[in-house]
């Protein structure tokens, strides 16, 4: 069956870095366009960034841009999310998501805090 399994999530202070990993199985991994998503508590899911079948395009939104890099490893059917310069702001559950077929990992938590 279909499985994304993130990791990575952790407490790290303001200014710390942190990489996620998605592992995915069940699935053609390379076929799929990938992508990130968090959700703040008491906020609704946002998009964060996404990344084409061959990573040859990615996208950011504007709240991340300069500080967050995807990208993925079609040999190991694995997508990560490199976090640079967090702030508490980017507090939230972190989820990747496959397009093709669309599925949802269960997420890791990333906390920002002194």
């Known amino acids: 069956q279909v499985q994304l399994v993130e990791s990575g999530g952790g407490l790290v202070q303001p200014g710390g870095s942190l990489r996620l990993s998605c592992r995915a199985s069940?699935?053609?991994?390379?076929?799929?366009?990938m992508s990130w998503y968090r959700q703040a508590p008491g906020k609704e899911r946002e998009w964060v960034a996404a990344?084409?079948?061959?990573?040859?395009?990615?996208k950011y939104a504007d709240s991340v841009k300069g500080r967050f890099t995807i990208a993925r490893d079609n040999a190991k059917n694995t997508l990560y999310l490199q976090m640079n310069s967090l702030t508490s702001e980017d507090t939230a559950m972190y989820y990747c998501?496959?397009?093709?077929?669309?599925?949802w990992g269960q997420g890791t938590q990333v906390t920002v805090s002194s």
């Open positions: 069940g699935f053609t991994f390379w076929r799929s366009p």
């Open positions: 998501k496959a397009s093709t077929p669309e599925y």
């Open positions: 990344i084409t079948m061959d990573g040859g395009v990615k």
